[in-house]
């Protein structure tokens, strides 16, 4: 008997036959338009290994380059990775440092590839609080990629989802008491035109690395309908078999919207 694993990105081999990888299964008319990653565990798999934290950031890139290419490789229109958070600048200022250093680094290195997939790239968060040379990079790389087509590579950074719905309550009400809108108008729509995402369309499918079961401020309105998933495997571990597998269980769901399977099956 032959059981060879390969690398989770290739085949396995079981028993001499080549066994399918889940990418093979997906229906590729049933794919979820917008996947937001909550990409955590860096610090964990960098102490299992007796390492300091920022080695699990440093070795964190791969994961990232595996989701965006599955994403790319099935055609998934919009992905959102949560990248900082606006309370990850409470962390430890070396951390911080590393990761915005690591950040510039790796655009830098991936901005052709990015363009050369025709991504377009667009980041959403309070970028005014970044380093400079971080947000001229973004901005910059962002209008490179403005007319591609392949698909949207969203990057949250400094991102919270209570300051950016705060934010579009701010907004609303100056519109309101400039008279410029009228308070009957503020709907579910004008809320969401007011929000970074407003461009994209709400959240399919959300997937968490790490074992963590929460959403840590993120997307909370995007996600109202969004199925969840939660990964035990710590994201610099994370492959491209992983993220298909997550397609695979997403395209098993019943997605109701409060109606009944009944209403459903009768369409
Ligand atoms: C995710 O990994 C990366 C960021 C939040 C920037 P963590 O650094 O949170 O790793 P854990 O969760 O502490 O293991
Ligand atoms: C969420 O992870 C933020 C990012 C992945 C960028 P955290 O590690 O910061 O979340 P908590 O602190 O465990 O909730
Ligand atoms: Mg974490």
């Given at each position: 008997?032959?059981f060879?694993?390969?690398?989770?990105?290739?085949?396995?081999?079981?028993?001499n036959?080549?066994?399918q990888s889940?990418?093979d299964?997906?229906?590729?008319?049933?794919?979820?338009?917008h996947?937001?990653?909550?990409m955590?565990g860096?610090?964990r798999?960098?102490k299992s290994?007796?390492?300091?934290r920022?080695f699990g950031?440093?070795?964190?890139?791969?994961?990232?380059?595996?989701a965006?290419n599955?994403?790319?490789e099935?055609?998934?229109?919009?992905?959102?990775?949560y990248?900082?958070?606006?309370e990850?600048?409470?962390?430890p200022?070396d951390e911080?440092?590393?990761?915005?250093n690591?950040?510039?680094?790796?655009?830098l290195l991936?901005a052709?590839e990015?363009?050369?997939?025709?991504?377009?790239?667009?980041?959403?968060?309070?970028?005014n609080?970044l380093p400079?040379?971080?947000?001229?990079?973004l901005l910059?790389?962002?209008?490179i990629?403005?007319?591609?087509?392949?698909?949207?590579l969203i990057?949250?950074?400094?991102y919270?989802?209570?300051?950016?719905m705060?934010?579009?309550v701010?907004?609303i009400?100056?519109e309101?008491?400039?008279?410029?809108?009228?308070?009957?108008?503020i709907?579910e729509?004008?809320?969401?035109?007011h929000?970074y995402?407003?461009n994209?369309?709400?959240?399919?499918?959300?997937i968490?690395?790490?074992?963590?079961?929460?959403?840590s401020?993120f997307?909370?309105?995007?996600?109202a309908?969004?199925?969840?998933?939660f990964?035990d495997?710590?994201?610099p571990?994370?492959?491209?078999e992983?993220?298909?597998?997550?397609?695979?269980?997403?395209?098993?769901?019943e997605?109701?919207?409060?109606?009944?399977?009944e209403q459903?099956?009768?369409k």
């Amino acid at each position: 008997m032959v059981f060879l694993t390969l690398s989770a990105d290739n085949l396995a081999i079981v028993n001499n036959k080549p066994m399918q990888s889940a990418k093979d299964q997906i229906a590729l008319d049933k794919l979820p338009k917008h996947v937001a990653v909550i990409m955590d565990g860096n610090g964990r798999w960098a102490k299992s290994r007796g390492e300091e934290r920022t080695f699990g950031h440093k070795n964190a890139i791969d994961a990232v380059r595996n989701a965006i290419n599955a994403c790319n490789e099935i055609g998934i229109p919009y992905l959102t990775l949560y990248t900082f958070s606006s309370e990850n600048w409470n962390r430890p200022n070396d951390e911080v440092s590393t990761l915005m250093n690591l950040l510039s680094k790796t655009l830098l290195l991936e901005a052709e590839e990015i363009h050369n997939k025709g991504l377009k790239l667009h980041v959403i968060g309070d970028i005014n609080l970044l380093p400079d040379l971080v947000r001229d990079q973004l901005l910059s790389l962002a209008d490179i990629t403005k007319d591609n087509k392949n698909g949207n590579l969203i990057l949250a950074l400094s991102y919270g989802s209570q300051k950016e719905m705060l934010k579009a309550v701010k907004e609303i009400s100056q519109e309101v008491k400039d008279g410029k809108l009228d308070i009957d108008d503020i709907t579910e729509e004008c809320f969401e035109n007011h929000l970074y995402t407003k461009n994209f369309p709400p959240v399919d499918l959300l997937i968490r690395t790490s074992g963590e079961v929460r959403i840590s401020n993120f997307l909370l309105w995007q996600i109202a309908y969004a199925e969840l998933q939660f990964l035990d495997v710590l994201w610099p571990d994370f492959t491209k078999e992983h993220f298909f597998q997550c397609i695979l269980d997403y395209q098993l769901k019943e997605r109701r919207y409060g109606k009944t399977s009944e209403q459903l099956d009768s369409k």
